[in-house]
């Protein structure tokens, strides 16, 4: 399998879950270091918080470490007992940090600190409660159509997932109308689903932007630590396409990202073209419905055993 060009991909905030990890945790001591080196990274007990029924695995600044450290562990745990030698990697919203940490970009220290103040500003932003957001889910999304839905609203599209599902972000009060303006337009026998995410603030959306200056200073802070000549395999949700070597392009990439629309679809299509086989690793397993709707095939791992079935090891 290592002489294919296998990419790996990590799903982003929302896919994680109590107890997410641990079979890897239980069962491997490198994973133990990772959770470990995160724990020293922010201050407080990683594995405590992934594992146990703590309500602020939900709060984004704990959510985002708890899923870096978890896909990281997952990845390192993987590796050590298969020998897995991936060549390009990708990542959804959060995902794309820990798939720069994978490419040995970022140190996990340094990214585990980055995200959790990542986290933080974008759930300061905006209020809880008064943004949200909604995934629009149908088949052959038109994205004019969208866009006209949106026209003088106060909500942006925050993802592009895929050809039959896009997610909107912003002001709450506004997305009753939205609702009713896509259900207007979408008609006939075409199946239509708007569907409210459990979500603590509108991410992926103008309501970022007050952030960003605050976040350039935190990624500056740590450029240093950053191998950008190794970004090049990673793919950019700001662009679509794959990062370039060049330091001051990453940062500006991540920090844009907070606001702007995660061009996941061009992130499929750009994997596809160059890799064999691809896989997602994670707590959850949303990226591989979207990789079907692009014919190709993603295999998911979200625990230990699904791994030592897919990579075909003893575990």
């Not at 990590?10 to 490198?30: A, C, E, I, N, T």
């Not at 070597?245 to 990202?257: D, P």
Request: negative net charge; aromatic residues 8%.
């Amino acid at each position: 399998m290592n002489d294919k060009d296998i990419a790996i991909v990590f799903p982003g905030q929302g896919s994680q879950r109590p107890g997410m990890g641990k079979d890897f945790y239980d069962q491997l001591s490198v994973c133990r270091e990772i959770y470990q080196e995160a724990s020293d990274a922010v201050g407080w007990d990683v594995a405590a918080m992934c594992f146990g029924d703590d309500e602020r695995l939900n709060l984004t600044e704990y959510t985002q470490p708890c899923i870096l450290t978890t896909e990281i562990a997952m990845l390192r745990g993987i590796s050590d007992l298969h020998g897995l030698l991936p060549k390009i990697y990708g990542g959804h919203s959060l995902g794309e940090f820990t798939a720069l940490v994978a490419a040995d970009v970022l140190p996990l220290f340094e990214a585990l600190r980055i995200v959790q103040k990542r986290g933080k500003l974008m759930q300061e932003a905006y209020p809880v409660g008064i943004g949200g957001m909604a995934a629009i889910i149908s088949e052959d999304l038109d994205m004019d159509m969208i866009d006209q839905a949106l026209a003088d609203l106060p909500v942006d599209i925050a993802n592009i997932n895929s050809s039959e599902q896009v997610v909107i972000s912003g002001a709450a009060s506004a997305f009753p109308k939205v609702a009713v303006r896509l259900a207007d337009t979408i008609h006939g026998d075409q199946t239509f689903r708007y569907v409210p995410l459990n979500v603590s603030a509108p991410f992926h959306s103008r309501f970022m932007r007050s952030v960003e200056a605050e976040f350039a200073i935190v990624l500056e802070h740590s450029c240093s630590n950053f191998s950008p000549e190794n970004a090049i395999c990673v793919t950019s949700n700001l662009t679509g396409s794959f990062h370039h070597g060049c330091c001051e392009e990453i940062m500006r990439a991540l920090v844009y990202q907070l606001s702007s629309t995660v061009q996941w679809m061009g992130n499929m299509k750009a994997i596809a073209h160059k890799a064999d086989a691809i896989y997602e690793i994670g707590p959850g397993r949303p990226l591989r419905d979207f990789f079907k709707t692009i014919d190709v095939n993603c295999m998911s791992v979200v625990s230990l055993s699904a791994a030592a079935r897919i990579f075909g090891f003893n575990n």
